[in-house]
Structures are given as structure tokens and as C-alpha cells.
């Protein structure tokens, strides 16, 4: 099975910071990589697929990069509404797995 | 507009069982895989299982492998979880959730139900 390890697990910023969150696999995975945003009590929210492609309604302000094993997501200007948590999936192959989270907060 | 709704979720002792329903409309659900992934309390994000389009293909997490049987009923546009010998890790929200491309498996999960949560505790 391939093991997603996301780094941090907690992250605190400030609006307007410019953040990175990291998700490395156990073996490389290609460009099969998603990335999820996921507010308390909601469900999650597709942003990235494929690594780097923007789902579509998700702001430019989202980005993602990698390839392989080593995966990130960027925000580049941290707004209010972004605080929330974050989880990186694999969908190389079954069993799909998903990353630990990164939970961003206020600073 | 695409739609999932969840139910069947409740209360159930240690050995208990369970069927989970997910009413998907809003697209045509016969061409999509479907999955169900779960949560925890205050945990992340687990997958459980994921059912192709005919049924012909049927995976599951370690976790459930034996215990929990995934379905659907393309005539009724509607998923299903049936959950078996169910244990206190079990206690989570469980989510359905649509694949992103028609006919293809292991595409991202574009839309997702609110979710129902099952308890197991004696």
C-alpha cells in the first residue's frame, strides 16, 4: 500500500502569508495526486487534481506541484475563508490513501 | 445540479450491522464510480471503497475487507454500504463520494454528500 505523509500537520499563518504544505509518498505515484480542502463539519472539497490542475471554481490562488513522491500545495496570498484543513490523495492505485491532513489556523 | 445524500447512519452495538444508502441525482449515475470514505472523530480522512460503474470491480480498504460490502442499483440511482461486525474504529461519518471522469477509476472526488454518522458503542 502507498503511505502519504503530509508535513505539517499544523500550520499557523497570518492573512496574506504565503503558505506550502507537503505531502510525500511511500513510492512514486506519477501525477496521480488530489488535493482536498475540508472545513469543520463540512465535507471535503476537490482543489488539485492530477498534481497541478486547478479544479475548476477553485481560486488562482491555489497552485500544486510535484511529481513522483513529492507533492506540494501553495496558497499564495492566505485569505480568511482558507483556514481549514487540508489532505493530499493518492490515486496511482488501490487502496487509495489518503494524507494525515494539515490543519492551517490563525496565527 | 449534482447531488449525494447519505443515510442509514445511526446507533449500533459491537457486532452489529448496517446498511448505508447514498441518493445521488443531478448526473448520470450509471457512468461514474462511486466511493465511500470516512471520518473519524477529530481524525482525517480514510477511504473505505470504491464500486465501477457495472459493479465488475469492487475494492475496499484493509480496515473493512470482509466486513463492509459495497453496491449500487443504477435503475434507482443509489449506492450502498453494508457494514458487518462492526467495532467500536468503525465510529466515524461516512461519506459518498462521485469520481471526477465518466468511466474511469481512480479519478478525483469532484462532489461529495454531507455524510451520516455511525456510532458503535454498547
Known amino acids: 500500500d502507498i503511505q502519504l505523509t503530509q508535513s505539517p500537520s499544523l500550520l499557523s499563518a497570518s492573512v496574506g502569508d504565503r503558505v506550502t504544505i507537503t505531502c510525500r509518498a511511500s513510492?512514486?505515484?506519477?501525477?496521480?495526486l488530489a488535493w482536498y480542502q475540508q472545513k469543520p463539519g463540512k465535507a471535503p472539497k476537490l482543489l488539485i487534481y492530477?498534481?497541478?490542475s486547478l479544479q475548476s471554481g477553485v481560486p488562482s490562488r491555489f497552485s500544486g506541484s510535484g511529481s513522483g513522491t513529492e507533492f506540494t500545495l501553495t496558497i499564495s496570498s492566505l485569505q480568511p475563508e482558507d483556514f481549514a484543513s487540508y489532505y493530499c490523495?493518492?490515486?496511482?492505485?488501490?487502496?487509495?490513501?489518503f494524507g494525515g491532513g494539515t490543519k492551517v489556523e490563525i496565527k | 445540479e449534482v447531488q449525494l445524500v447519505e443515510s442509514g447512519g445511526g446507533l449500533v452495538k459491537p457486532g452489529g450491522s448496517l446498511r448505508l444508502s447514498c441518493a445521488a441525482s443531478?448526473?448520470?449515475?450509471?457512468?461514474?464510480?462511486m466511493n465511500w470514505v470516512r471520518q473519524a472523530p477529530g481524525k482525517g480522512l480514510e477511504w473505505v471503497s470504491s464500486?465501477?460503474?457495472?459493479?465488475?470491480?469492487?475494492y475496499y480498504a484493509a480496515s473493512v475487507r470482509g466486513r463492509f460490502t459495497i453496491s449500487r442499483d443504477n435503475a434507482k440511482n443509489s449506492l450502498y454500504l453494508q457494514m458487518n461486525s462492526l467495532r467500536a474504529e468503525d465510529t466515524a461519518v461516512y461519506y459518498c463520494?462521485?469520481?471526477?471522469?465518466?468511466?474511469?477509476?481512480?479519478?478525483?472526488?469532484?462532489?461529495w454528500g454531507q455524510g451520516t454518522l455511525v456510532t458503535v458503542s454498547s
Open positions: 490523495q493518492q490515486l496511482n492505485s488501490y487502496p487509495l490513501t
Open positions: 463520494a462521485r469520481d471526477s471522469v465518466e468511466y474511469s477509476t481512480s479519478s478525483p472526488l469532484d462532489y
Open positions: 513510492q512514486g505515484i506519477s501525477s496521480y
Open positions: 464500486i465501477t460503474t457495472s459493479s465488475t470491480y469492487l
Open positions: 492530477a498534481a497541478s
Open positions: 443531478g448526473f448520470t449515475f450509471s457512468s461514474y464510480c
